[in-house]
Each structure stands twice: as structure tokens, then as C-alpha cells.
């Protein structure tokens, strides 16, 4: 018996010795990412104003960056890697909206390559991930746009956050009344996806009122230059 637990205790040993190491794996710093959302994400936009004090901070945050690779990102579990990219892609776009003097597209450094934002967006989070409630998640030019959550993405809690950010934007979102009720195919594809991520209040509301269905404009410009961006935030 003595033998039994002093073998057991020894698996157990091994097992923490080797599995505790290979979670550090898939942690990244997002601290100084979190303390900047505390301070300036409010549900009803980013402060920009105020913004610039804590431009050290972003900074150090994007620089952080330079430390991993592109590989060991992909060694990450799914849910981490669409956080990791979530966070990589709105700090750097509060980085672009928050930079006037750069005339220069901003780029994600990594240790081994560097990445646009056009790149992040559509060639890793839409094409690779494919996850429609990623669009709820990622800061837009326009104050019409989902809002910015106030704390970052984490693969244990990411599907609970993308479900919250869908649920916040449908709440807060004005309703646009009109006398067109016929839609397209494509636009019953976006009803029915409102419907599974909306209270029993708005589901009424879209059986029973007249609307019309708006969408938030796109990123189409994010790489351009600064002072070219047609003016999204006035």
C-alpha cells in the first residue's frame, strides 16, 4: 500500500511538472492592454481625447509583440489564438486612430514577420477563424460601429464574450423604421443570425414593426495613411 501512494505521488509529480510548463505556453501579457481599456473603452465609444496620455503604454503593449513568433501562435488552441488576434488587430487600430502624425500604414510586429491590419482582419480572423460573431468584436473607424469591449479577449471566456458583444450591440443599436418589409436572401441570412444572439423583446419586435436592415460601414481604408481616412470620427 505504502508502495501504491508513493508511486501514485510520484505520477502526479511528473504530471504537474509537465503539463504545468505547457499552459504557460498559450499565456501572453495583455495587462497593459487591460489597464488601457479600463480607462478609455466606455460603451458609448473610446475616449481619443484622452487616448494620447497612455500612447507609452499602447506602445509598450504593441511592442510586446516583437517577442513571439508566428509559429508559436499557432501552436495555441483555437479559442486562443482568435483572443490573441482580437486584441492584436483592436490595439493596433487604436494605435492607427490615434496616431494623426504617422503617414505611414501601423503594422504588427512579431518576432518573425509583420502583419497589417487589412492582413489580421481578413486573411487571419475572417478567412482562417470563419466565426461571424468575430465582426461584433473588432473596433471599427465608425462611431456606429460594435463597441469596443473594456477588457481583452481570452480563449476561456471567448465565446461568452462574443455572444455578449453581439447581445450589447443589438440592444444599443437604434431601430430604423421604414415601409419596406420585403428582403433579399442575404438579408434574411442576417435576420436569422440576429435572431439567435437577441432577448424575446427583439425577436418580437422583428416579427412585428417595419424596418429596414443597415450595415456598418467597413474597414476599407484602415491601411491607409493617416489624415486619409475620410473622416470616420467626426
Same mark, same amino acid.
Given at each position: 500500500m505504502t508502495q501504491f501512494f508513493y508511486s501514485l505521488n510520484y505520477l502526479l509529480f511528473v504530471l504537474f511538472f509537465v503539463v504545468s510548463p505547457a499552459r504557460d505556453l498559450f499565456a501572453f501579457d495583455h495587462s497593459a492592454y487591460n489597464e488601457i481599456l479600463k480607462k478609455h473603452a466606455h460603451s458609448d465609444g473610446v475616449n481619443f481625447q484622452n487616448?494620447?496620455?497612455?500612447?507609452s503604454r499602447l506602445d509598450q503593449y504593441l511592442d510586446s509583440f516583437h517577442s513571439i513568433s508566428w509559429d508559436e501562435i499557432s501552436r495555441f488552441p483555437r479559442e486562443?489564438?482568435?483572443a490573441f488576434w482580437i486584441n492584436a488587430y483592436n490595439a493596433l487600430m487604436l494605435n492607427t486612430l490615434t496616431d494623426s502624425k504617422s503617414k505611414n500604414p501601423v503594422q504588427l510586429v512579431l518576432e518573425?514577420?509583420?502583419?497589417?491590419?487589412?492582413e489580421i482582419r481578413d486573411e487571419i480572423l475572417r478567412r482562417r477563424f470563419r466565426d461571424e460573431r468575430?465582426?461584433?468584436?473588432?473596433?471599427?473607424?465608425?462611431?456606429?460601429?460594435?463597441?469596443?469591449?473594456?477588457?481583452?479577449?481570452?480563449?476561456?471566456?471567448?465565446?461568452?464574450?462574443?455572444?455578449?458583444?453581439?447581445?450589447?450591440?443589438?440592444?444599443? %443599436?437604434?431601430?430604423y423604421d421604414t415601409q419596406n418589409t420585403k428582403f433579399t436572401p442575404s438579408q434574411l441570412a442576417v435576420l436569422s443570425f440576429i435572431v439567435q444572439?437577441?432577448?424575446?423583446?427583439?425577436?418580437? %419586435?422583428?416579427?412585428?414593426?417595419? %424596418?429596414?436592415?443597415? %450595415?456598418?460601414?467597413s474597414?476599407?481604408?484602415v491601411d491607409a495613411p493617416a489624415g486619409q481616412s475620410k473622416g470616420h470620427l467626426n
Open positions: 487616448l494620447p496620455k497612455d500612447a486562443e489564438q482568435l518573425d514577420r509583420s502583419l497589417s491590419l487589412r468575430i465582426h461584433f468584436a473588432l473596433l471599427t473607424a465608425s462611431p456606429k460601429g460594435p463597441a469596443l469591449r473594456r477588457e481583452p479577449y481570452t480563449g476561456a471566456r471567448l465565446d461568452y464574450q462574443l455572444d455578449e458583444q453581439i447581445r450589447n450591440f443589438l440592444l444599443n %443599436y437604434p431601430a444572439h437577441s432577448s424575446q423583446e427583439i425577436v418580437k %419586435y422583428l416579427g412585428d414593426a417595419k %424596418y429596414k436592415i443597415l %450595415y456598418f460601414p474597414d476599407s481604408n
